[in-house]
Every structure is written in C-alpha cells, then in structure tokens.
C-alpha cells in the first residue's frame, strides 16, 4: 500500500529532505505536532446507514445496507458483515476505476479484521430463522479524496455509519410459526444494531532509522514514510488488530509508546462519533415530530379555520354600525347648530 501511495505523489528530492528534516525537529509541514490528529468532521444524509467523514484532505463517505440471506452451516444462528471499498479515480490519479485494487482490499481487510475479530456487532441478534434466515449487513466505503490515512477515516465512516443504520423489524407467524413477515417503517419502527464497543483504528508512520514516528500522516508524509503501523483499539484499552506494513524496524519501546497514544486517540474520536449520532438522532426525532403533528394540534387548527371567518365579518359589520352611529351623531349637531 504505501508504494502504491507513494507512486502517485510524486516529490522532488528537496521536498523529501525538508519534510524529513522537519520530522526530526519534531515539526510537521502541516504545523501539527507528531502526535496531533487533523480536523475531524462527521456528518450524516436523510437516510438511516449513511455517513460522510472528513479527516484534513481525506474524505470518505460510508454507506450500510442489509438483506436477508442463508447464514453459513458452521455459524447457523449468526447474521454476517461483509466490507466493500471503491476507490475512485477522482480521489486519486492512481487509483483506477472497476477491479478493488491491491490498496482497496488491504484497506477492506483492516476495518474488517478490526470489527469481526473484536466481535463489536452482535451478530447473533441478526438471526431471524436459524439455520435458515439471517441478517447480512453490507458496508460500502467510498473514497471520495486521498489526502493521507484512508484507514482511520474509512473506519469511523463505517462505524458512523453502522451507528445510524435501521434494518426492518420482522415476525414469524403461520401454522408453523416459519411464515416471515418484514414489517415497513410505517408500521413498526426499525431496529438498531446491537454494537458492543467502537474499535477504532489509528495509524502511526515510522521514518528513517532514528524511530521518528507520527500519528495521521498525509499524503506527502506517507509517500516517504518507511513503515506504518496500524492500532485498532477500543475505549476500554482491548486491542482488537494490529497491522505492521513497510520493512523498517520498530523497537519494542516505541510499539509501547504507540499503543499508549492510540488509548488516548481512540477515547477521543469515539467520544466525537457518540456526539455526532446524537446531534442526529435528535435532528431526525424533531423531523418526526415536525411531520407529524399530534391529533390535538389538528383540531386546533381545523377550528380556527371556521370560526376565524365569522370573527372577521363579525368584526366588519361591527365597524360599519360604530361608522353609521358616529355619521348619525354629526348630523344630528351640525342640524342643532342651523337650528338655533
């Protein structure tokens, strides 16, 4: 992956001795610090599974759907959890349209080996009929523009969006009690995923023989970076995966120091993923509410539109008697004044 990367930017040698020249002063181009994160931005669509991450240059759009198959025979009573990635040309001049490529799949891999291995999906809750009917969740990453660590940024995608995803809630009825019925939205609400912790993953970039290491490195860092190294660890400090990639030597003391690092990162990331589904689902329960206004507020308003327009002709012909008094009055003075 990272020759890849470093294939389609392309640096002349000055560019290179400055950036690593910079790393060794503990100063980045970007004005970070070693261990400093860039701006992390989460947003969601209208509809339920859809999320949009920006992380610097790096944007990512996650999309989750589901649908009803026959669960493998060694796992009868579990749903399963497949990963799909596209890289489109217009994130990055190297990336080619169609086939997964060799990043696409490496990239697929790590966010899955992060999710299945740690167990964070409950997939025992996607059973339907055992052995025969089970839930399988679909999540496609988008890469939408390369600007450096694709895997931090596609993963909280995918679990953004996996967060908000609604699948159709369905009985079993008939004689025999194996009649499926999906219920639409309208009629019964959907249900939630059942997701037990958020692993999150973070990425470290090694430089040089002098262990230089830095935290989110971006294109550039990553097109003469010598190793990478990627921690998937939760809030509570288990660390679900870990993937080494490059063939430089990291020694013991600086893998100990990363996964310190990473404990810290992870706590706040999950903390900026929890504040961001909430902002949501309180933004789609008052779009619930506003669409749907309650049966009191009807009658209200279907009252107000009868009896409004006898208020207003009320009050027409009650200025028109006041203007016919006052007209009456002037008269019976202005007569009084000729008279005497």
Excluded at 39 to 53: N, Q, W
Excluded at 80 to 86: D, H, M, N
Excluded at 158 to 185: I, N, S
Aim: aromatic share 8%.
């Amino acid at each position: 992956m990272e020759q890849r990367l470093a294939n389609s930017w392309n640096m002349t040698v000055n560019e290179k001795n400055f950036i690593e020249t910079a790393l060794l002063s503990d100063l980045r181009v970007d004005g970070r610090r070693p261990f400093d994160y860039r701006r992390l931005t989460i947003k969601f669509g209208r509809e339920d599974g859809s999320s949009e991450v920006q992380l610097g240059q790096t944007h990512v759009m996650g999309f989750v759907t589901a649908q009803l198959v026959q669960p493998f025979k060694d796992r009868p009573n579990e749903g399963s959890l497949a990963i799909y990635t596209e890289f489109s040309p217009m994130a990055d001049s190297s990336f080619e349209a169609g086939r997964p490529g060799e990043s696409a799949v490496e990239l697929g891999r790590i966010i899955d080996r992060g999710l299945r291995e740690s167990r964070a999906i409950d997939t025992e809750s996607l059973c339907v009929l055992a052995g025969k009917l089970v839930w399988s969740i679909r999540i496609d990453l988008h890469i939408l523009d390369n600007g450096g660590n694709l895997v931090d940024a596609a993963n909280i995608a995918a679990l953004a969006a996996l967060l908000t995803f609604r699948r159709p809630d369905c009985t079993l009825g008939g004689e025999d009690g194996q009649e499926l019925t999906v219920h639409p939205p309208e009629v019964r609400e959907p249900l939630p995923l059942i997701v037990h912790h958020l692993p999150i993953a973070v990425t470290f970039a090694f430089f040089t023989s002098d262990s230089v290491v830095v935290i989110d490195p971006t294109l550039s860092e990553e097109a003469i970076m010598k190793g990478r190294m990627t921690v998937t660890i939760n809030t509570n400090g288990d660390i679900c995966a870990i993937q080494k990639g490059g063939g430089v030597g990291v020694m013991h003391n600086v893998v100990m120091q990363c996964l310190r690092v990473a404990s810290v990162k992870s706590a706040d990331i999950t903390t900026k993923i929890k504040e961001a589904v909430e902002s949501y689902n309180t933004e789609k329960a008052y779009r619930k509410v506003k669409r749907h206004p309650s049966a009191a507020g009807d009658q209200i308003e279907s009252i107000y539109a009868v009896v409004l327009p006898y208020y207003a002709v009320a009050a027409v012909q009650l200025q028109a008697s006041q203007l016919l008094i006052y007209n009456i009055g002037l008269y019976m003075t202005l007569a009084s004044d000729t008279f005497y």
